[in-house]
């Protein structure tokens, strides 16, 4: 092993390298004292809302007889309003339930609903007298339907049967569709 009796010269790190430290520290720095300072400023923020929201709790309102009345007319519109809508009756309901009663082999050509007396007025034309009769089988097998009244029956030049039907409704088919939505309207 030989020994250098020269003095050399240990190397030295960039310069670059110490700015870039010296950079990060005074970054470091700042943002320290930016914390404390945004901290002390959202403290003093805080104390300050707080003491605002006693003072508006401790403060007493005064309120006009003339707003004070006009508030509570609106009020009990907006809770009329409530009732009513809470006591509709969904009455498109019942084309969903005639289309799921209705036999493929027949049809109706006119529809009177009288929604007080929970009724239906049907005149329509079947294909044949099976489809008719299968038709009505499926009308007293139906929950919703109380009652219905085949009132006339005809036969028409094509061969198809022609008939009025009456339907006498349970007032719950109704109420359907209308217990999902309820509470939306609050």
Not at 71 to 86: C, P, Q, V
Not at 89 to 117: A, C, D, G, M
């Amino acid at each position: 092993m030989a020994v250098d009796i020269i003095p050399t010269e240990t190397s030295r790190m960039p310069k670059w390298i110490n700015y870039m430290f010296y950079s990060f520290l005074g970054l470091l720095a700042i943002s320290l004292f930016c914390f404390f300072i945004l901290n002390n400023i959202f403290n003093n923020s805080r104390q300050e809302l707080k003491e605002l929201e006693d003072a508006l709790n401790n403060q007493s309102w005064e309120v006009s007889p003339g707003l004070e009345s006009s508030i509570l007319a609106k009020k009990e519109k907006i809770d009329n309003f409530k009732t009513l809508i809470s006591n509709r009756k969904t009455v498109s309901e019942i084309f969903s339930i005639l289309q799921e009663i209705s036999h493929p082999k027949v049809w109706f050509s006119s529809f009177e609903l009288k929604s007080e007396e929970n009724s239906i007025g049907l005149v329509g034309q079947a294909k044949d007298f099976e489809s008719l009769g299968q038709q009505i089988f499926i009308l007293k097998s139906e929950n919703l339907i109380e009652s219905f009244d085949l009132q006339s029956i005809s036969i028409s030049k094509e061969g198809r049967i022609n008939f009025n039907l009456s339907l006498s409704l349970d007032p719950q088919v109704y109420n359907v569709t209308q217990e999902s939505s309820e509470g939306n309207y609050e």
